[in-house]
């Protein structure tokens, strides 16, 4: 709590007064205070078994499902007072804060739910048979409503209190912007909660959740696959870094610097995913080429220099039946084309070269100018800005060099520290890198 900024302390102290001033306005008279008793204790049991959907920072519950129950049933005041309930969540981990906020969060947004709700027309009370079809379109725009100051609210939490590092997932105010559709789907468990009041009453919620639970155990799958996933690729990076001890770290920071580019230029959050994962992998297809090749410190033969050509698309072998990398695939393949048509495997120029291969080309060799090699040591950030201006429009597509050139100048860019290499280390390694666009690959005949 003591580290929070002003700023956060402002913003979260902003929300908590904007909840309380909604609910001190509010009439309080003709509230079926057993009715909202019910919903709070729906809303506490899924608030206090939320599951993690990104790492460490933000869990997700169906429990909207029983303020937007409340929207209907109890009005906006009654939807305010089952949201406050978040406070009094019974899981570890929230600090005071947090539950300070998330109460006031959850308030906020029940209650400009319920006013949509009203505004669109809808009728507060326990629907009937003659309700619908009428109330389904206040109750949808409510639901819209909910979920997009839930999003909001929260997302300014997170752009607050995180560091500015903007490509790290999690990161100034990220959030997967694929689950707010499968929330509009789980918020119809409101309606159903409220539409089955008439008939069995209070036992509604008992019934609804079941369901509720069906619900948090998808996402939580969702969740679990992409940390699978995760964990998937940093193997592969892994085992492609074991090869050259000077590149350890290399993947992580193309990656990095990949998502930097793509922020940039405006790219829709889940190609900005895709590219993380294309910049994580770019180089796994090193694991195909000999180790010998790799940390060669003379001149390479023909055979050797073709070798290492052939890495984009050993990469593309290993890893072409990973589905969900999709677009990375056409990134891996060809980030060592050129824009002037001198680059490898196929020789593509310009526009021929897909749009993921041009950014990873500019990240890919932005790390390896600024990181330590056997060969040199690492070179200012200044040095090496002025190294791919140098090289674009032959080498790299400007645009992309411009995007990284004004991502770095915002956010800046932590260089590697200088490895210190183990003793088993071999004495000798690789006298250049075939990613350094300022020490080209010495080739030679073969005999």
Not at 109 to 125: E, K, M, P
Not at 173 to 202: E, H, K, M, N, T
Not at 237 to 250: I, L, N, P
């Amino acid at each position: 709590m003591g580290r929070l900024s002003r700023a956060t302390w402002l913003y979260i102290g902003t929300v908590v007064a904007a909840a309380a001033f909604v609910i001190a306005r509010s009439p309080h008279q003709g509230i079926p205070w057993s009715r909202l008793a019910v919903l709070a204790v729906l809303f506490l049991v899924c608030e206090s078994v939320p599951t993690a959907i990104t790492p460490r920072r933000v869990a997700w519950s169906p429990g909207y499902a029983a303020t937007l129950a409340s929207v209907v049933l109890l009005g906006p005041f009654g939807a305010a007072l089952t949201g406050l309930v978040s406070a009094f969540c019974l899981r570890r981990g929230p600090t005071v804060a947090q539950r300070i906020f998330n109460g006031a969060m959850y308030a906020l947004s029940a209650y400009i739910a319920g006013r949509v709700f009203l505004f669109l027309g809808g009728t507060v009370g326990v629907p009937t048979r003659d309700s619908f079809p009428q109330i389904i379109g206040p109750f949808a725009g409510a639901a819209a409503a909910h979920i997009v100051a839930n999003y909001g609210l929260v997302a300014g939490v997170l752009w607050l209190t995180s560091t500015a590092d903007r490509s790290q997932p999690g990161g100034r105010g990220v959030l997967d912007l694929r689950l707010p559709l499968p929330d509009l789907g789980y918020a119809v468990f409101g309606l159903l909660i409220a539409a089955l009041w008439s008939v069995v009453g209070p036992f509604a919620a008992i019934l609804v959740l079941i369901p509720l639970f069906v619900a948090r155990w998808a996402i939580a799958q969702f969740a679990d696959q992409q940390r699978a996933y995760e964990a998937t690729l940093r193997v592969l990076c892994q085992a492609v870094e074991t090869k050259d001890f000077y590149t350890r770290g290399h993947s992580e920071r193309v990656s990095k610097g990949s998502v930097m580019i793509a922020r940039a230029i405006g790219m829709r959050p889940e190609r900005v995913e895709a590219i993380r994962f294309a910049g994580m992998l770019h180089d796994v297809g090193k694991l195909g080429v000999p180790t010998k090749v790799l940390q060669k410190t003379g001149k390479l033969t023909e055979e050797e220099y073709a070798a290492i050509q052939l890495h984009p698309m050993r990469g593309l072998e290993i890893i072409r039946e990973i589905g969900f990398l999709d677009e990375a695939l056409a990134g891996i393949m060809h980030h060592h084309e050129r824009i002037d048509g001198r680059g490898y495997p196929m020789g593509l120029a310009g526009d021929e070269i897909p749009e993921f291969a041009r950014v990873l080309a500019v990240a890919d060799a932005f790390d390896c100018i600024t990181s330590t090699r056997s060969y040199r040591g690492a070179r200012s950030l200044a040095e090496a800005i002025a190294e791919l201006r140098r090289c674009s429009g032959t080498q790299f597509d400007p645009a992309f060099v411009d995007a990284l050139v004004a991502a770095v100048e915002r956010d800046d860019w932590q260089t590697p520290e200088v490895p210190v290499s183990p003793p088993d280390e071999p004495a000798e390694a690789a006298a250049y890198d075939h990613d350094d666009p300022a020490v080209p690959l010495r080739v030679m005949g073969s005999r």
